[in-house]
């Protein structure tokens, strides 16, 4: 089995190594990843200028463009054969509830699915090496896990979450849906070195929001959360409503 592994932390992100370590256990593996870190990207294509993969020692691909640049290029130039699966992660810090439409880690794995391709992503709800580095064995047998299913559903990915304790003590696997992730105070005011201002993004206030069902729930009480995720966001039961709404014509 061959397998794709993608990030959006940067080829020298300790995740990408510890989810490349773990997808070795269950068959051939190519890394295709930025050559910096391109969080928060969402599903961007680097369209005003030509990429330049680059061959690593290791026989790894770093890109200077982001997540969905790997996984496209990967699939489309750069790999003699497609991959089975494509694993997107680890990522250092969680990708729940509205996380995921700006997430590059869950776009790498969404534009495998654009593609063909089962797509899966894996955020780590902390930010300890040490910790994730725990992991390999859970996440070798997880990979292991979802690469021998048969019906993997299309227009399908799955958004996997692991809480930010050590390996021995996570209580279990649940299945969840997306909570609501809601930042406040986001917008930083600064000075550049010349005085002016300048508005920085990031951080802030969280209120996560959701009942017990939720992945920020599930990670909380110490269990790793999946998500599948679906390409098509139709509302379908709103679909009548609006027509009753009748827009066309004059107001």
């Known amino acids: 089995m061959h397998i794709l592994v993608a990030n959006d932390d940067g080829i020298l992100s300790p995740g990408l190594q510890v989810l490349a370590e773990a997808c070795q ?40 463009g982001t997540p ?3 996984v496209l290029l990967a699939l489309e130039a750069l790999m003699p054969q497609r991959p089975a699966f494509v694993f997107s992660g680890v990522n250092h810090g969680p990708n729940m509830g509205e996380d995921v439409l700006y997430s590059g880690t869950v776009s790498a794995a969404m534009e495998a699915v654009v593609l063909g391709i089962p797509g899966v992503a894996i955020s780590f709800a902390g930010h300890r090496d040490d910790l994730l580095a725990g992991y390999r064995e859970r996440l070798a047998g997880l990979v292991g896990r979802i690469c021998s299913l048969t019906d993997f559903p299309r227009n ?47 951080g802030g206030k969280i209120t996560w929001t959701g009942d017990e069902d ?22 379908h039961q709103l679909l009548q409503t609006v027509r009753d709404w009748r827009l066309e014509g004059p107001a």
């Open 214 to 235: 939720t992945d920020h729930a599930a990670v909380a009480a110490g269990f790793i959360s999946i998500t599948p995720l679906q390409l098509d966001l139709t509302n």
């Open 68 to 70: 969905t640049d790997c």
């Open 156 to 202: 399908t990915l799955l958004n996997i979450n692991i809480p930010p304790i050590p390996a021995d003590e996570v209580r279990g696997v649940r299945v969840a849906r997306l909570g609501s992730r809601f930042f406040s105070e986001s917008v930083a005011r600064q000075k550049d070195p010349w005085g002016r201002e300048v508005l920085w993004i990031g």
């Open 25 to 64: 256990t269950v068959g051939h593996v190519t890394v295709v990843a930025p050559d910096r870190e391109q969080s928060a990207q969402s599903h961007a294509l680097t369209m005003t200028r030509p990429l330049r993969p680059i061959v690593r020692p290791d026989g790894s691909w770093q890109v200077d």
